[in-house]
C-alpha cells in the first residue's frame, strides 16, 4: 500500500448516525464547538454531512450522540444579504483573524406543513473554516429573529441556481467584524421596546 | 449568584466598564438602563430560552421526512 494510502486511512474515522448509518468521515473535517449547541452544551464534536439532495440542505451530525443532527443551510442562498456582525469576544472565542475564513449555517426548522419552514438567523452557527472551531452566536442585531419563515426564498433560489452559471453566494462576504465607529447596537433595542411590548409600557 | 438589593437610582457596578442602574420601579416591572461597552453582548433572557426551544424542534426532522419537501421545492407550481 502506498504511503498516501496509509496516510489517508488514518485520517479517517468511522462514526454511527441514527439518520445516515455508519459513516466513514475525514478527521480533518471534524468541526469543535468548544460550548456545544445552545441547550446542548454536552455535545462538542460535528461533523457537517451533505446528502447532495436539491433542497441544498445539510446536516450538522453529532459524533457524540448518533441521534442529534441538525438540519442546516448555508443562509445566503435564501438570504443575499445576511451577514452577521460579530463582537470581539466571538471573534476570539472562534480564534478567527479573517472574516473571510468565517462559514455560515442557520438551523433550519421544518414543520409537516413545509411552507411554515424557517431559519434561525438570529444565532447562526459560525464555523472559522481554518480551524474547524465553532460557535452558535447570539447575534446582537435585534431585527433578526429566531424563526425566519423563508419556503418561498429557498423555492425561488434553488429555481435560479438551477438556470444560473455561477452561484452568487461569493458577492458578499461571509460575516462582518464589528465596528464601535458605528452607531451603538443598543439603540435599536430601546426602540423595539417601546414599540412592540405596549403591555409592558411603565407609563 | 450574587443577590443585591438596590433603590430606585442605585446602581450596580461590573468589572471595570459596565454598570447597571435601577431607572424606574413600577408595581411589579423594573425598568433597568445598563452601561457598557459598546461591543457587548446584551440580551433579554428570553432570546436564550427561544433559542434552545428552536434548536430542539429542529432535531424533528428526518431526511427522509424532506423527500417531500425536496419535490415542492423543486416543482414548477408557486
Not at chain 1, 25 to 37: A, L, P, R, S
Not at chain 1, 167 to 181: L, Q, S, Y
Not at chain 2, 38 to 55: F, L, P, S, W
Request: aromatic fraction near 6%.
Amino acid at each position: 500500500m502506498s504511503r498516501a494510502n496509509l496516510y489517508a486511512r488514518r485520517n479517517r474515522v468511522k462514526i454511527k448516525t441514527s439518520r445516515f448509518g455508519e459513516l466513514e468521515v475525514n478527521q480533518d473535517d471534524i468541526i469543535k464547538f468548544k460550548d456545544g449547541i445552545l441547550g446542548f452544551e454536552q455535545y462538542k464534536n460535528f461533523i457537517v454531512i451533505d446528502p447532495s439532495d436539491s433542497t441544498l440542505i445539510l446536516w450538522m451530525q453529532s459524533l457524540d450522540n448518533s441521534q442529534i443532527a441538525f438540519p442546516v443551510i448555508e443562509p445566503q442562498i435564501f438570504k443575499v444579504d445576511y451577514c452577521p456582525v460579530l463582537m470581539p469576544n466571538d471573534m476570539n472565542a472562534l480564534a478567527l483573524e479573517n472574516p473571510a475564513d468565517a462559514k455560515v449555517y442557520t438551523i433550519l426548522t421544518i414543520p409537516s406543513d413545509f411552507s411554515q419552514m424557517s431559519a434561525n438567523l438570529k444565532a447562526p452557527i459560525i464555523v472559522n473554516s481554518k480551524k474547524n472551531n465553532a460557535k452558535q452566536v447570539v447575534l446582537q442585531d435585534n431585527k433578526l429573529v429566531v424563526k425566519f419563515e423563508m419556503y418561498k426564498d429557498l423555492k425561488r433560489a434553488i429555481a435560479n441556481f438551477s438556470t444560473s452559471d455561477d452561484f452568487k453566494r461569493t458577492h458578499i462576504a461571509p460575516v462582518k467584524r464589528f465596528n464601535p465607529e458605528s452607531e451603538s447596537q443598543f439603540e435599536e433595542m430601546e426602540e423595539i421596546v417601546i414599540n412592540t411590548s405596549k403591555e409592558n409600557e411603565l407609563d | 449568584m450574587l443577590v443585591l438589593t438596590r433603590k430606585l437610582g442605585e446602581s450596580i457596578a461590573i468589572d471595570d466598564d459596565i454598570k447597571i442602574v435601577v431607572v424606574q420601579i413600577k408595581g411589579k416591572q423594573v425598568r433597568l438602563g445598563i452601561k457598557a461597552p459598546k461591543d457587548t453582548k446584551i440580551h433579554r433572557e428570553e432570546v436564550y430560552m427561544a433559542i434552545q426551544e428552536q434548536n430542539q424542534k429542529a432535531l424533528e426532522s428526518t431526511p427522509e421526512g424532506l423527500n417531500d419537501l425536496a419535490k415542492e421545492l423543486t416543482s414548477h407550481k408557486k
